[in-house]
C-alpha cells in the first residue's frame, strides 16, 4: 500500500511516497484462540457466544448443536501428524472438514458458502474450528498408510441420500 505524504514545511508541495507491505492474514483460529484466551473451563459464556455469531453468524447454533451432541472426531494420521474433523450428519452420513484448506465435503458447503456465497462457513466447519480450540473432540489415530482409504472412506459418506420412509404411492394409470 502507497502512501503520499505532502511536505507543507516551506510551502514546498513536493511529494515523498512511503510504501508499506501489508500486515500478513490473520488466521480465523488465531481469532477463536484470542476470545477463547480469558476462558478457562472451556465453555461459552454469553460475551464469547456473541463474538462468535459475530464472525460465523447462522451456522453457529447449528454448530453448536453438533459439539453438545459428541458428533464430531478428528483422525489423526501417524507419523506425519497430519489430520481432519469427521462429522456425523444424518442418517448415517459423515463430513470431512480440513481447517487449512478451508474445506468441508458437506452439500451446505458447495451450494451455500462456494455457490452462493450467503455464509463464510458450513456448520461443520464452524464446529471444527472450535474443536480445535476446545480440544474436546476425540480422536482416532491411524498409520499415515490408511489416509487415502480414509479419505474416500468419509467422502463415499458425504454424498449419501437419505432414504425415504415413506411407501411408494402406486398412481392409477
Not at 464430531?72 to 470431512?96: H, N, Q, T, W
Amino acid at each position: 500500500m502507497n502512501h503520499v505524504v505532502n511536505n507543507d514545511a516551506q510551502g514546498d508541495k513536493a511529494k515523498t511516497e512511503v510504501s508499506r507491505t501489508p500486515p500478513p492474514p490473520i488466521q480465523l483460529v488465531e481469532i477463536i484462540k484470542h476470545i477463547f484466551k480469558n476462558n478457562k473451563s472451556n465453555t461459552i459464556g454469553e460475551d464469547t457466544l456473541l463474538s462468535l455469531y459475530s464472525i460465523f453468524g447462522k451456522p453457529l447454533f447449528a454448530s453448536l448443536d453438533i459439539l453438545d451432541n459428541n458428533l464430531i472426531s478428528v483422525y489423526i494420521f501417524l507419523p506425519s501428524k497430519r489430520y481432519f474433523y469427521v462429522i456425523e450428519g444424518r442418517k448415517g452420513a459423515k463430513y470431512m472438514c480440513l481447517l487449512k484448506g478451508d474445506y468441508c465435503s458437506c452439500p451446505s458447503f458447495n451450494y451455500s458458502v462456494l455457490l452462493k456465497s450467503d455464509s463464510l462457513y458450513c456448520k461443520h466447519q464452524v464446529s471444527a474450528f472450535l474443536s480445535e480450540i476446545l480440544s474436546n473432540a476425540p480422536s482416532l489415530e491411524f498409520d499415515d498408510s490408511e489416509y487415502i482409504t480414509k479419505v474416500l472412506e468419509i467422502e463415499a459418506c458425504s454424498f449419501k441420500t437419505p432414504k425415504s420412509t415413506k411407501k411408494p404411492v402406486n398412481k392409477p394409470l
